[in-house]
C-alpha cells in the first residue's frame, strides 16, 4: 500500500515526459492540447472565410478583376518572405533545445523582423489598391480579397507581437519550462499562419490570375 509520503512525493512531481536518451523535454501540460484546439477553431474562422471568398470571388460588379489590380511579383516576393520567417523560427526553436538563450533571441528577433516585413508589404498592397479605387465597397469580390488577406495580416501582426513578448520573457526568466512551451505554442501559430498564406497565395492570387 502506498504510504502518505509516497503520495505527496508523486502529487509534487514535475509535470515532465523524457525522451529516448533520457533529456527532459517540454513540460507535459494540458496547454499544449488547447492550443491545438485554438488552432483548429481558428482553421474553422479561415476555412469560412475562404468558402466565402469561392462564393464571391467572381463577383466583380463591373469593377476591376484579379488581373487587373495583382501584383503577382511582389506577392510571391511576400510569399517568400514568410516562408523564410518559417525557417528562422525553426532555427530559433533548434537553438532552444540546446538551451542557447542568446541564439534563441537571435532568431526569434530575425524573424518579428520577416513578419513585420511581410505585413509592411501587405499594408502597401492594400494602400496601392485602395489609391486605384479598388475598395472593399466595390465589390464582392473586393470585400472578401480584403477580409480574407487582411484576417491573416492581422494574425501575422498578432505572432510579431507575441515574439517581441517571449523576446522579453527569455531575456528576463531564460528557458525555463514555461517559457519553453510558449515557445512552442508560439512555434506552432506561426507554422500554421505559413499553411494558410499559401493557401491564400495559391486559391487567392495564383487562381485569380489564370480567371
Known amino acids: 500500500m502506498e504510504t502518505t509520503a509516497g503520495k505527496i512525493a508523486a502529487s509534487e512531481a514535475p509535470l515532465f515526459y523524457e525522451t529516448g536518451e533520457g533529456?527532459?523535454?517540454?513540460?507535459?501540460?494540458?496547454?499544449?492540447?488547447?492550443?491545438?484546439?485554438?488552432?483548429?477553431?481558428?482553421?474553422?474562422?479561415?476555412?469560412s472565410i475562404f468558402a466565402t471568398f469561392g462564393v464571391l470571388g467572381t463577383s466583380y460588379a463591373g469593377g476591376p478583376t484579379p488581373r487587373d489590380i495583382f501584383d503577382l511579383p511582389l506577392v510571391a516576393l511576400n510569399t517568400a518572405i514568410?516562408?523564410?520567417?518559417?525557417?528562422?523560427?525553426?532555427?530559433?526553436?533548434?537553438?532552444?533545445?540546446?538551451?542557447?538563450i542568446r541564439t534563441v533571441q537571435a532568431w526569434l528577433a530575425v524573424t518579428a523582423l520577416l513578419g513585420l516585413s511581410f505585413v509592411g508589404v501587405e499594408l502597401y498592397e492594400f494602400s496601392h489598391l485602395i489609391a486605384e479605387g479598388a475598395t472593399p465597397q466595390r465589390s464582392g469580390f473586393?470585400?472578401?480579397?480584403?477580409?480574407?488577406?487582411?484576417?491573416?495580416?492581422?494574425?501575422?501582426?498578432?505572432?510579431?507581437?507575441?515574439?517581441?513578448?517571449?523576446?522579453?520573457?527569455?531575456?528576463?526568466?531564460?528557458?525555463?519550462?514555461?517559457?519553453?512551451?510558449?515557445?512552442?505554442?508560439?512555434s506552432m501559430f506561426w507554422h500554421f499562419l505559413d499553411v494558410v498564406w499559401i493557401g491564400v497565395f495559391t486559391y487567392v492570387y495564383l487562381l485569380g490570375m489564370l480567371r
Open 23 to 47: 533529456h527532459e523535454a517540454h513540460p507535459a501540460s494540458p496547454t499544449l492540447l488547447g492550443f491545438w484546439i485554438y488552432l483548429m477553431s481558428d482553421a474553422l474562422l479561415f476555412a
Open 142 to 186: 473586393l470585400s472578401a480579397f480584403f477580409t480574407l488577406v487582411g484576417t491573416h495580416g492581422a494574425h501575422v501582426t498578432f505572432g510579431i507581437i507575441w515574439i517581441g513578448v517571449m523576446l522579453v520573457q527569455v531575456q528576463k526568466r531564460g528557458l525555463i519550462a514555461e517559457n519553453r512551451r510558449r515557445l512552442l505554442c508560439l
Open 82 to 100: 514568410l516562408l523564410v520567417s518559417s525557417v528562422t523560427y525553426g532555427f530559433s526553436m533548434l537553438a532552444m533545445e540546446r538551451g542557447e
